[in-house]
């Protein structure tokens, strides 16, 4: 079983910057992908970006190319996500997520969640 607790959201203005972070804890993530997807109320859970377990092969969704980017520490268990030039669009909570696949279309486990709000 793993266990996944995202912290590093927050308020911040639209223009600006935050990086989340996601700890794993119970097992290993060495052979999982890690990503992040982000929902609002009312909206389906989106995919965001996705790593592989080796950092090596990375996948953003269109809409935070550029901008996004993820990256992760193994020996730390723990995966990242930094998000530049923030847009009030950009305002959800996030999830991390651990699956085989680095573009996780069927995550194996999620985290409890995160807050970003983008203030315009």
């Known amino acids: 079983q793993v266990q996944l607790v995202e912290s590093g959201g927050g308020l911040v203005q639209a223009g600006g910057s935050l990086r989340l972070s996601c700890a794993a804890s119970?097992?290993?993530?060495?052979?999982?992908?890690m990503g992040w997807f982000r929902q609002v109320p009312g909206k389906e859970r989106d995919f965001v970006a996705g790593i592989s377990w080796s950092g090596g092969s990375t996948y953003f969704a269109d809409s935070v190319k550029g901008r996004f980017t993820i990256s992760r520490d193994n020996a730390k268990n723990t995966v990242y996500l930094q998000m530049n030039s923030l847009k009030s669009e950009d305002t959800a909570v996030y999830y991390c997520?651990?699956?085989?696949?680095?573009?996780?279309?069927?995550?194996?486990?999620w985290g409890q969640g995160t807050q970003v709000t983008v203030s315009s």
């Open positions: 997520a651990a699956d085989s696949n680095y573009r996780l279309p069927n995550p194996d486990y």
């Open positions: 119970g097992r290993t993530l060495r052979r999982y992908a």
